[in-house]
């Protein structure tokens, strides 16, 4: 059976005795009694190896350096083991001691004996570690990996895998049930001589041996908790990732991480071997998890690196054979670029140099390479995600003039600026693309018709949404006239009804207030696609309270002029939000037409139209041959006027309407100033409906007179909103008008609205704006809208 788990650590996690009893400590309580162990030198001791040497090649003394190494190996002994086990292990450091002072003793040395002296640190640890463990009681071998990984020599060995296999399983076949604590950072060639696995040779060592020995999981214990989505010594709310792809891992390791290292990484490709990372210092908290097979994408990670050097040269060919003999030298650029004129630009990192130019400079000839230049003072952020395309467009918008265009792969974006620019644009980066994501509460208020077809239509756009964002916009509160669900969870949206009616509890303003206090959202937006007046008179304290509103709810802009500017002041003291186009003509766009004419510099002259569905249906379906009265119950019956017809008739709905648009054009007026002629007489306004109804023929004489003198002069009766400037002196009203036949009034599609607006820039032929001006999706349209520019609005830096 293939063992379960190799555990590696690294010298800061065996910096002294504690560190050692801590990493017992984890190897008994987080692993099995046939664990795999692998280890670097304890500490600084690598370093201090070859400071020994520099010393003697420089001709110094290092005898004396030597006695300090010696000394801290024999109290980390004396520290951490009893008599017997001390012992063995004095005898061996004793021995060691010898050699080593023979090895820097000689005149002429070759580079295997350089490298036996380095590989004493690792030796050392992985005693220790044994006997440690031994101490405790459980059966532990330490083991040297010269003997059974194998390599042919190079720059960098490259290890015989199936003679390194085969060595590898002979050795767990020899020690079951046994924890074997195995040096990091050293192999061996055919002859048994000592190599060095290079710069993070030991984490190479322990995903190397965990893919020879068929072990399921690697753990790499550091002085870290993981792989953040960005540098926690720079970004003060990086975030720790629980998981990444191995192909994630590795992008990121080759830009820039300071936690992963892609040649640490290459032993896992192609095996069910997964990684994880964490702290020997905090082994209770999160960690990362790196699973090779992983198809799921992390969340994005931010790097940098503050210095890059960029090759620039003409080529007279096709870039990828050059890329194809980078890659196979272990050069593979960080980002490249073609530009015109067959000119490339290529990014490495600033140790690759050297290498690099050789590798041009010898193939120069045979790919015409000309123009070669070379520049350092850039330095690189990128980005790393499976999903890195839906970042480009907000990782753009970040980029100064001195930054090269963006480079996308499958995974990574990335650009090079001035080193200077290099920390502000990693902070900018992982704070629109990596950072927390904003969190947009929606508070529904009303849960009629409008309400369902609001949250069917955010229902199919939110992922849409929250993609485009970039941000999380939820609905997170649901209050009808009489029950309320507020959720931190969020609310179903495919079960909303059934968990409305089964959980909403009775409320007022004071528990609704404190129960949104309580929310974890970042921005509360509530929509008002109530009628209610009550909740007109709360929009003061949702501002107060910072929260965004958005009105279907015409009451609030066309209260009184006094209420109106308050709520206006009250906006811009603070960065708040309120739209309410839904308010008028639903899911036309007058109020942003009138808006961007203002806002373009035009001077609005005029507006009129026709801003009632029902109105517009009765007089486009009344031609004389049945009384007007019979049209109206007709259209009640089918549902196109309120209950109370009269409510339609009476005009009010469109003079509050004209006063949204005459505030929305800049004048300061109040609804009085609005003359309104309604339909219905005097004498029946004030009674209840059951007496209205038998009544209601009383409307039908006048009408018929206005519609035949109408039509005698080839013209239609239309009821119209209206409002000009005559002179500098305001005319607004609202009533009955005949038209011309051929006038935008009088051919709709009954139940449309019309909306002509006159301005500077439309004189002689006004701009009209027609269409739907009610119904429950054109209004949940409307709303919506209005919602997603709130939220663009707050999502702006």
């Keep these: 059976m293939a063992r379960g788990h190799l555990h590696k650590f690294g010298g800061s996690s065996l910096a002294d005795a504690d560190c050692y009893r801590r990493v017992a400590h984890i190897l008994l309580t987080h692993g099995n009694s046939d664990d795999l162990v692998v280890v670097s030198a304890a500490g600084k001791t690598t370093n201090f190896l070859y400071k020994l040497l520099s010393l003697r090649d420089s001709g110094q003394l290092w005898q004396e350096e030597l006695q300090v190494l010696i000394s801290y190996q024999q109290t980390l002994i004396e520290q951490l083991l009893s008599n017997e086990q001390a012992r063995d292990l004095r005898e061996r450091l004793s021995t060691d001691r010898a050699q080593l002072v023979s090895l820097l003793s000689l005149e002429q040395h070759n580079d295997y004996q350089l490298n036996q002296v380095v590989s004493f640190g690792e030796r050392w640890s992985a005693r220790l570690m044994a006997a440690l463990l031994r101490e405790t009681g459980v059966a532990a071998t330490h083991v040297d990996a010269c003997s059974i990984l194998v390599a042919d020599e190079g720059s960098v060995p490259n290890i015989l895998v199936q003679e390194s296999r085969d060595k590898v399983q002979a050795l767990l076949a020899l020690h079951p049930q046994e924890r074997l604590v195995i040096t990091g950072f050293i192999c ?16 190479f060592s322990a995903t190397l041996i965990a893919s020879l020995a068929d072990i399921e999981r690697v753990t790499i214990w550091t002085d870290v908790e993981g792989v953040f989505n960005a540098d926690p010594n720079k970004i003060n709310d990086a975030k720790l990732l629980k998981s990444m792809s191995l192909a994630e891992a590795d992008r990121l390791a080759r830009l820039g991480s300071p936690v992963l290292h892609s040649r640490t990484l290459q032993p896992l490709f192609n095996t069910d071997v997964s990684l994880a990372v964490r702290s020997s210092y905090a082994s209770h908290t999160d960690f990362t998890l790196i699973a090779p097979l992983s198809s799921s994408a992390s969340a994005p990670v931010v790097t940098n690196l503050n210095e890059v050097v960029l090759f620039s040269f ?27 004129q067959h000119k490339f630009e290529l990014a490495f990192t600033l140790e690759s140099q050297k290498q690099v130019q050789a590798l041009l400079v010898k193939h120069g000839e045979q790919w015409a390479i000309d123009e070669l230049a070379i520049q350092t003072d ?16 907000s990782f753009a918008r970040l980029l100064s003039r001195d930054a090269k265009p963006i480079y996308q792969d499958s995974l990574s974006l990335v650009t090079l600026v001035p080193q200077a620019q290099v920390s502000l644009l990693t902070q900018k980066v992982h704070r629109r693309c ?48 009489q029950k309320a669900l507020i959720s931190n969870d969020g609310i179903r949206l495919n079960h909303w009804q059934q968990d409305y009616q089964a959980h909403a509890t009775d409320w007022d303003y004071d528990s609704l207030f404190e129960q949104l206090a309580q929310l974890s959202c970042d921005e509360i937006v509530a929509l008002d696609i109530s009628a209610s007046a009550t909740l007109t008179l709360q929009y003061p304290e949702l ?120 505030r929305e054009i800049g004048l300061a007026v109040e609804l009085d100033d609005i003359m309104l002629n309604s339909l219905v007489p005097k004498a029946l306004a004030e009674l209840s409906l059951d007496d209205f109804l038998p009544r209601i023929s009383e409307l039908d004489d006048d009408l018929l007179q206005q519609y035949a003198a109408a039509a005698e002069q080839n013209k239609v009766l239309r009821y119209v909103a209206s409002l000009d400037k005559v002179e500098g002196k305001l005319q607004a009203e609202v009533g009955l008008q005949w038209v011309d036949n051929n006038h935008p009034y009088a051919n709709l599609t009954p139940g449309d609205n019309v909306f002509v607006i006159r301005s500077a820039f439309y004189q002689g032929n006004p701009l009209i704006i027609r269409g739907p001006g009610a119904g429950r999706e054109v209004t ?18």
């Excluded at 061996?188 to 984490?203: C, F, Q, V």
């Excluded at 850039?378 to 467009?393: K, M, N, P, T, Y």
């Design 188 to 203: 061996a060639n055919r002859h048994g001589d000592t190599l060095l696995l290079g710069r993070n040779g030991s984490d």
């Design 314 to 340: 003409k080529l007279n060919s096709d870039i990828a054979p050059l890329l194809t003999i980078l890659d196979e030298a272990g050069l593979t650029p960080l980002a490249y670029w073609e530009l015109a």
């Design 378 to 393: 850039l330095g690189l952020v990128a980005l790393v995600s499976a999903d890195a395309h839906h970042f480009r467009r």
């Design 434 to 481: 990596a950072g927390p994501r904003m969190r947009i509460g929606v508070l529904l208020l009303g849960v009629g018709n409008i309400g369902e077809a609001w949250v069917d239509l955010f229902k199919r756009a939110s992922q849409t949404l929250d993609r485009e964002l970039e941000a999380s916009v939820e609905l997170i509160g649901v209050v009808g006239s």
């Design 543 to 662: 501002f107060a309270r910072g929260i965004h509103v958005v009105s279907a709810n015409k009451l609030a802009g066309s209260g009184p002029l006094p209420f109106y500017r308050e709520l206006k002041q009250q906006l811009s003291n603070r960065r708040l939000f309120w739209r309410y186009n839904a308010s008028c003509g639903a899911g036309l766009p007058i109020q942003h037409a009138l808006n961007d004419l203002r806002n373009s510099g035009d001077t609005i002259e005029a507006v009129g139209g026709i801003f009632s569905g029902t109105l517009c249906w009765l007089f486009e379906n009344y031609d004389g041959s049945k009384p007007f009265s019979e049209l109206v119950l007709e259209a009640r019956g089918l549902g196109i006027t309120e209950p109370d017809p009269r409510d339609d008739l009476s005009g009010r709905d469109m003079q509050r309407k004209l006063l949204i648009l005459a």
């Design 780 to 797: 949940a349209a409307a709303v919506q809208s209005d919602l997603v520019h709130i939220c663009k609005d707050l999502l702006q830096e």
